[in-house]
Every structure is written in C-alpha cells, then in structure tokens.
C-alpha cells in the first residue's frame, strides 16, 4: 500500500480487499468506493470506456513507465515502490505505489507519494476524483482547493499534521485520465509546500497517461 499519511488515522477502521485493517491510505477509501460502485450499478460510462484503450496503460510495468521517474525529482531518492493492494484482484487491471523521499538538506521528512491504478471499467460517472478529495474534505483541517484542469477530472486538497513533533505540509491530488486514477500528494516542511510544484508533477505523469499505452497494451 501507498505509505500513509498521519492525518488518515482518523478516518474509521475498514478492511478493503484484504488490506490490513486500519485505512492506510486515502486510495484505500477511494478503493472501497469503487468496488461499491462496481457491484451496484451494471452500466458502464461511455465516455470512459472509450478512452480506455488509447489512454490507460493495463500493466504494472505500464502505470510504473507513467509514473514519475528519477529525471522527474532532483534531489530525490525512491524509498518504495510496488504493486498496490489492489492487484492481483478482479477490479483492477494493475495498481502501482511508490514514495521518493528528499535527500536534500532541511527537508527531513520530505517526500512524494503516488498510486496508479488502471481500472477495468468505471461503472458510475458519478464516482470522481472530487467524491475522494471530499471524503477526506470531512476530516478537520482538510482544505478543498478545487480542480486545476489535470487529467479528465481532478480535485486538489490541503492539510498539515505533526511528524515527530515538526509541521509538514500536505498538498494532494486525486485525478484521472481515461481509467486511471491517479493519488499524488507531497509532503514538505511548513510553509514550504506548493501546490503548483505538486500541479507540475501531476501534469507529467497526465501527460505520459495522455499517449499512447506505455506498455503497448492499451487495446
């Protein structure tokens, strides 16, 4: 799973496809969602559906060519990276996590977190990048800092919490772009967090997502 972030141990204890109890990750949540959609409604989006095959890479290696690379972070070293707890299982083609954390002076604690996940079909358009940012909108402290034109949908979102008794900031990401959802978020020291750098890495990884399959096995 996609390392957690502190804010998240608020959100009530659930058991999503087999994941440790405990939410680990707003993807998690969002994953839980999905799989409810999916088992109520039987129509497919069209709009979606057709996008699929140009757009949204179905492998690991394919969402993991997408994703943000060394080239991508300067000064970053990856610490993590793996199939998230979704793979392997009948609602998902792939799903990628990785966390590159700085290895810059005075940015302890300092990192970018992913997740990829290349859905089978998106059954409800109803289920969006802004219906996660809200959920996690609820808890306290938690900003909406709308959309920013990422991908076909997007909602950004804000918080800080206490890591080891320092403040960090917390600038996330839901967005997708045909059927993959993508969760960034970054995490920095107070008042050195941006949401345009956070923008600017989302839009290379929409960008990769944009062509063709990475993997050549969009069709």
Excluded: C, K
Excluded at 51 to 77: C, F, I, K, V
Excluded at 190 to 202: F, H, K, P, V, Y
């Amino acid at each position: 799973m996609l390392r957690i972030v502190p804010v998240l141990a608020l959100v009530s204890v659930v058991v999503v496809l087999g994941a440790p109890s405990g939410i680990s990750s707003a993807r998690a949540r969002a994953n839980s969602q999905v799989r409810a959609v999916t088992q109520v409604s039987g129509e497919q989006s069209p709009r979606l559906v057709a996008q699929a095959t140009p757009r949204s890479p179905r492998t690991y290696e394919g969402l993991r060519a997408a994703a943000l690379h060394a080239a991508d972070l300067p000064g970053y070293s990856l610490d993590f990276e793996a199939p998230g707890a979704l793979a392997g299982t009948q609602l998902v083609f792939a799903d990628y996590d990785a966390n590159w954390v700085s290895a810059q002076a005075g940015t302890a604690g300092a990192s970018v977190n992913l997740g990829l996940t290349s859905l089978r079909t998106v059954t409800d358009p109803s289920f969006a990048p802004n219906e996660l940012a809200d959920e996690l909108a609820e808890l306290p402290g938690v900003t909406l800092l709308g959309s920013h034109g990422v991908g076909d949908q997007d909602q950004a979102l804000s918080y800080t919490y206490a890591e080891n008794g320092v403040q960090v900031d917390v600038y996330r990401l839901y967005f997708r772009t045909g059927t993959v959802l993508v969760d960034l978020y970054t995490v920095d020291p107070a008042g050195t967090g941006s949401l345009d750098r956070l923008l600017a890495l989302a839009r290379i990884i929409d960008g990769r997502l944009a062509g063709p399959a990475a993997d050549g096995t969009g069709s």
